[in-house]
Nanobody, 122 residues
Framework: QVQLVESGGGLVQAGRSLRLSCTAS????????MGWYRQAPGKQRELVAT???????NYADSVKDRFTISRDNAKNTVHLQMNSLKPEDRGVYYC????????????????WGQGTQVNVSS
């Protein structure tokens, strides 16, 4: 079984910061990439940022220069440092990882966390 557990969401004022973390556990190997998506009320889930095992990153235009994604490969953990938060950053943030199970190492699948709520007040 594979689990992605997020933490760090909450309510902050606009302009402040939050740090999200996600750890993948269970029988998952070769995780690449890891990242974050978000879903605002009434909107589709959208990419926020991803990072490969080599540290290559990709950001949505709306968060560039404000958010920073990082990961610890040894701990199967990914972080999202969110600075200068805006009300439009509000939503449920989902951790995402592509990896293989130890029992089927050639089959790569996408896994999702349960989500963590981020609220930004103006």
């Amino acid at each position: 079984q594979v689990q992605l557990v997020e933490s760090g969401g909450g309510l902050v004022q606009a302009g402040r910061s939050l740090r999200l973390s996600c750890t993948a556990s269970g029988s998952i190997i070769s995780i690449d990439p890891m990242g974050w998506y978000r879903q605002a009320p009434g909107k589709q889930r959208e990419l926020v940022a991803t990072i490969t095992s080599r540290g290559n990153t990709n950001y949505a235009d709306s968060v560039k220069d404000r958010f920073t994604i990082s990961r610890d490969n040894a701990k199967n953990t990914v972080h999202l440092q969110m600075n200068s938060l805006k009300p439009e950053d509000r939503g449920v943030y989902y951790c995402y990882a592509v990896g293989a199970r130890t029992t089927t190492p050639s089959l790569r699948l996408a896994y999702w966390g349960q989500g963590t709520q981020v609220n930004v007040s103006s």
